[in-house]
């Protein structure tokens, strides 16, 4: 069964960089569609991006869009979060789960329905 673990959240300040991974174990992670995903205090979690297996199809929601890259290295089993121009709204636990699918349309509530897979996530604090 596929294991995932994120690393890489800290505290930054705003508008700084920071790189999240998601390192998978027990499986390919070749195998599946990925997806990041985070949980504000007090908030629903929600789907923030998303990538195919070949890695050459992504997609993100509004909020982080232009601002933080998905990507992935199939050869070593690691999903991967740039986020550049961190905001104080970034504030929150980041996760990665395997998705059925990364549709164009994509809908950051229906892709935490259909996630499977889940990390433990990793906490991102952007202090202003």
């Known amino acids: 069964q596929l294991q995932l673990v994120e690393f890489g959240g800290d505290l930054v300040q705003s508008g700084m960089s920071l790189r999240l991974s998601c390192q998978a174990s027990?499986?390919?992670?070749?195998?599946?569609?990925m997806g990041w995903f985070r949980q504000a205090l007090g908030k629903e979690r929600e789907g923030i991006s998303c990538?195919?297996?070949?890695?050459?199809?992504?997609n993100y929601v509004d909020s982080v869009k232009d601002r933080f890259t998905i990507s992935r290295d199939n050869a070593k089993n690691i999903l991967y979060l740039q986020m550049n121009n961190v905001k104080s709204d970034d504030t929150a636990v980041y996760y990665c789960a395997t998705v059925p699918e990364c549709p164009e349309q994509y809908d950051p509530w229906g892709a935490v329905r259909r996630a499977t897979f889940w990390g433990q996530g990793t906490q991102v604090t952007v202090s202003a």
């Open positions: 027990g499986d390919r992670m070749s195998y599946y569609d």
């Open positions: 990538i195919n297996i070949n890695g050459d199809s992504t």
